[in-house]
């Protein structure tokens, strides 16, 4: 963890230079582009590929990172494998020690079942088919590359580790929700009151800590287990059912950015400049 | 300078002991909530902030409105305000240590507030938020009380205080600019991802500021004696309605941009707030009589203020004017504005926010807290007052 912490207290030096109005020299010292290059770096988002950011505008918050995990979320065979879906969600609730109590207002959540019309708000939804009218999507948070929450955060709690996945820092977390008002996609949750009060706490993961009030968390793409070379434990759970593939987007030779190129995906809200890391096929 | 607090009639004690109960009654629920968590609210996952942080929005309004009487007497010399620029900064210091309690009580984890000091990030608006917000503090506490010592001694004001001064004047504009950017450049929000956010709360605040000094000055003339001068009134009081009209031109340009458009989401948080929002077949209006009584109050306040009998003849009308307009605003800022923004959430939801009995205690208290201050302010001033014209 702690070497971990430096390398993310390197990146946000670097953010820092960054917002100070920095960027364009950084950008140029890190890719070697030429100025004229540069200056075409405010290209508009369509002229760049879809979810690769090529264009950099003043004050990121989070540095480009070198590697960029991300995951195709294939709604097609969560479909012909009913249960599936519920078995991710399981999974994750049980090794990340999610809370569940018996009302919304305190509800904490990292990955859930939503209807295609709150997911995917951009698109039509007029005259739907029936596969979109009758199923759910998966939702988790989108790992974004240019991630608002981690450019609203004061702390610096939740930051973008090196692999690109936006973590939390539950130590270091004031509870001021800048961050949940920040996130256009509604995947952060706050701990109104002890955690440990919704849980069985005989029967929870002690490999991963509980958290306490008044902290804010979510879905981390499994940050601890990415580490070690494991897979997410969601990811995991699909066993060969290929209904979630996790990679490096990054990586133009992964599993992940093949099936992209013979796929057609779509992000949610992608107007929004945030380029999220999860992609779907609904 | 302290011991002219300690003298007072019964009245001034009443007060005080009357503010202090809820204080107390706050200061209690306080405790209550700390130690079960921001669950005792009615914050929930889809309305993640609540009254308290539309309070401090509403506060850093009524600090920042303080100004429009320091900017006149310090800029353009305008001697007629010389009794009521140090009412303005005493309003400003105890309207900015509202706005800092309510944070402090809105945070999940208050006691590692520091990390915001420990580990500055200059990307994020909380953090030039909390600078602007302690050095205008700052500003004005220097800056009232050796204006205040001055006079007391009956000297000119050392040389050295103007630089302050002047730099207290671009720091209000900034406190009010920096929190509309903490909320009107975020993504995906479309109440609040508008432009005239800014100037908007800025016009809101030069006529809320003003209108409560407006009221506290009529209160101390009954009580106490002072006279600002009518002609000091009179000019803020027009102050008062140009800047209610501009915050309501600001507001008409918000629906004409979301209606003319005809694009839904830059609707739904109006729709919501003045109409109420139908999700599967549900109404939801929880905010709509807040949201007509700002404009009810509003058209109230400026007829009232702006009709010569109203205005002139009768400081009754004068102060129902006033508080008219600080309770419109009210409603537009401290209730409105933060609260609309949550709704639709962005799954599209429409959940609606209720503060608990315990919330509204903590906001009371914090209000009592603010106006105790004040109270002490302003006596402390008048006690200067008196002492020159003995
Ligand atoms: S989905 Fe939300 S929480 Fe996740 S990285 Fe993006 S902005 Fe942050
Ligand atoms: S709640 Fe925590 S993670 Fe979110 S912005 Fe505040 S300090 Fe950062
Ligand atoms: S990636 Fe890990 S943390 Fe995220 S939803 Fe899947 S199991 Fe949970």
Not at chain 1, 102 to 106: E, F, R, S
Not at chain 2, 121 to 124: C, I, L, Q, V, Y
């Given at each position: 963890m702690d070497k971990k912490r430096r390398e993310f207290l390197k990146i946000a030096g670097i953010s820092t230079l960054a917002g100070l109005g920095g960027t364009a020299v950084i950008d140029r010292l890190a890719t070697g582009a030429s100025p004229a290059r540069a200056r075409a770096a405010y290209e508009i988002n369509s002229l760049s590929p879809a979810g690769q950011p090529k264009e950099k505008g003043p004050a990121k918050a989070a540095a480009k990172t070198s590697q960029r995990l991300g995951l195709v979320i294939d709604m097609r065979k969560f479909n012909a494998n009913p249960g599936l879906a519920e078995k991710c969600i399981k999974t994750c609730d049980f090794l990340h020690n999610i809370p569940h109590f018996?009302?919304?207002?305190?509800e904490v959540k990292w990955v859930w079942l939503t209807g295609y019309e709150n997911a995917f708000q951009e698109h039509s939804h007029y005259y739907r088919n029936e596969t979109l009218e009758k199923n759910q999507v998966l939702l988790l948070c989108n790992q974004c590359d240019d991630p608002p929450c981690v450019r609203a955060c004061p702390t610096k709690a939740t930051f973008k580790a090196k692999n690109g996945i936006v973590a939390q820092d539950y130590h270091r977390?004031?509870?001021?929700r800048f961050c949940m008002a920040a996130c256009p996609y509604g995947s952060r949750s706050f701990n109104w009151r002890d955690p440990r009060g919704g849980l069985d706490m005989k029967h929870i993961n002690p490999e991963y800590p509980t958290r306490m009030r008044g902290v804010v968390e979510k879905c981390t793409m499994c940050v601890e287990r990415v580490g070690i070379g494991k897979l997410p434990a969601c990811v995991e759970a699909t066993g060969d059912t290929k209904a979630m593939i996790f990679g490096d987007?990054?990586?133009?030779?992964s599993e992940i950015r093949k099936f992209l190129k013979e796929n057609y995906t779509i992000q949610r809200k992608p107007s929004l400049g945030t380029h999220p890391s999860v992609f779907y096929i609904v | 300078m302290f011991e002219k607090a300690l003298k007072g009639n019964n009245y001034y004690w009443i007060w005080l002991a009357f503010l202090g109960t809820f204080m107390a009654i706050g200061a209690f629920c306080y405790v209550r909530q700390y130690h079960y968590g921001l669950g005792l609210t009615g914050m929930s996952r889809d309305v993640s902030w609540g009254i308290y942080i539309a309070q401090f929005t509403y506060l850093v309004g009524v600090a920042a409105g303080g100004v429009m009487l320091v900017l006149p007497f310090y800029i353009h010399d305008y001697k007629v305000f010389g009794k009521i620029t140090i009412l303005g900064e005493f309003l400003a210091i105890a309207a900015l240590l509202m706005c800092l309690t309510f944070i402090m009580v809105d945070l999940g984890q208050p006691l590692r507030v520091m990390n915001v000091i420990l580990h500055p990030?200059?990307?994020?608006m909380l953090f030039w938020d909390m600078c602007v917000l302690n050095g205008y503090l700052f500003l004005n506490i220097l800056c009232g009380w050796v204006i205040l010592t001055a006079e007391r001694k009956q000297v000119a004001p050392p040389k050295w205080i103007y630089p302050f001064v002047y730099l207290s004047i671009p720091f209000a504009i900034s406190i009010h600019t920096v929190t509309a950017m903490l909320y009107c450049g975020l993504p995906g929000r479309h109440f609040w991802l508008s432009a005239i956010i800014a100037p908007r709360f800025l016009a809101s605040a030069f006529a809320a500021g003003p209108a409560l000094v407006v009221m506290a000055a009529l209160v101390m003339k009954r009580v106490a004696n002072f006279d600002p001068g009518k002609k000091a009134i009179d000019k803020v009081v027009t102050i008062i309605i140009y800047a209610t009209l501009v915050n309501a031109f600001f507001v008409l340009l918000e629906f004409f941009v979301a209606f003319y458009s005809n694009i839904p989401g830059e609707k739904h948080a109006l729709e919501y707030l003045y109409f109420g929002l139908v999700e599967h077949g549900h109404m939801y209006n929880n905010l709509v009589p807040f949201s007509w009584a700002f404009v009810v109050f509003c058209i109230v306040g400026v007829t009232l203020l702006s009709l010569p009998y109203t205005r002139h003849k009768n400081e009754f009308w004068l102060g129902a004017g006033c508080f008219s307009i600080f309770i419109a605003l009210w409603f537009d800022k401290?209730?409105?504005f933060v609260l609309g923004g949550f709704v639709p959430s962005p799954l599209g939801a429409v959940v609606q926010y209720y503060p608990t009995l315990n919330e509204i205690m903590i906001t009371i208290g914090v209000w009592s807290m603010g106006f105790f201050i004040l109270t002490v302010l302003y006596k402390i001033a008048l006690g200067v007052e008196r002492e020159i014209e003995a």
């Open positions: 018996n009302n919304k207002k305190d977390c004031i509870g001021c987007l990054n990586d133009a030779n | 990030t200059p990307h994020s401290g209730v409105d």
